[in-house]
C-alpha cells in the first residue's frame, strides 16, 4: 500500500534552516507529484508547495519562494523540503503528501507530519 | 493568488442534523475543488474532489456541489465522528490555496 513516512519532529533556532524528508513506498515514486503543506499551532492548512519527482521541476507559494528548497532521490524513493531562515512562526507540523486518484489535482495520501518548533 | 473563502468559520449541531459548509473561490475554478477533513492529531482526509465526487471509502453522508465560485459540502446526517475542522482547498491554478476552514462540532 501506499506509504509516505517522514522525518522526525526537530527544535530549531531563528535564522536556522530546517530539512524535513519523505520517503515514500508502495507505488511509482516518479509518477506523482509529492507536494508539501504545513498547519501552525491553532492555524489553517497552508500549501507550500511541489516538486515533480520525475523531472524535479517545482512551484512554490509566494510566501515562501526564496527561502523554500524542494528536492528529491529517486534512487530511495524520497523527496526533501528545506526551509531556511526561520522565525517563530515557522512553528508548525509540516505534511509531505501525493496525488494518484485524481491526476495531480487532489492529494490521496499523507505523511504523518513532521513537528518543527523554532525557538531560541 | 486565488483566495478561498469559507463560511461559517465554526459551527455546532446536533446529531442527525444537516450540516452545510460554503466555499467561495476568488475567482473561476470551474470544478477543481476538494474538501478535506482534519482531526485533532490526524493527518487529513480527503473527502470530496473535483467538487462533487465521493473519494473511496468516505461515507455517503458526505457530499459536494457546485462549480465556477461557488462551492457546498453537505454532511446529511451528522454523526459524533464528524467532528473535525474542514478545509476546501483549489487545483485549478499552479498554486494551491486552501480555506481558512470551518470548526464542527458537536452539541
Known sequence: QVQLVQSGAEVKTPGASVKVSCKTSGYSFSAYYI?????APGQGLEWMGRINPNRAGTNSARKFQGRLTLTRDTSISTAYMELSSLTSEDTAIYYCATTHVNGDYTIDYWGQGTLITVSS | D?????????LSAFVGDRVTITCRASQNIRSFLNWYQVKPGKAPRVLIFAAASLHSGVPPRFSGSGSGTDFTLTISSLQPEDLATYYCQQSY???????????????
Open chain 1, 35 to 39: 507536494h508539501w503543506m504545513r498547519q
Open chain 2, 93 to 107: 491554478s499552479t498554486l494551491w490555496t486552501f480555506g481558512q476552514g470551518t470548526k464542527v462540532e458537536i452539541k
Open chain 2, 2 to 10: 486565488i483566495q478561498m473563502t469559507q463560511s461559517p468559520s465554526s
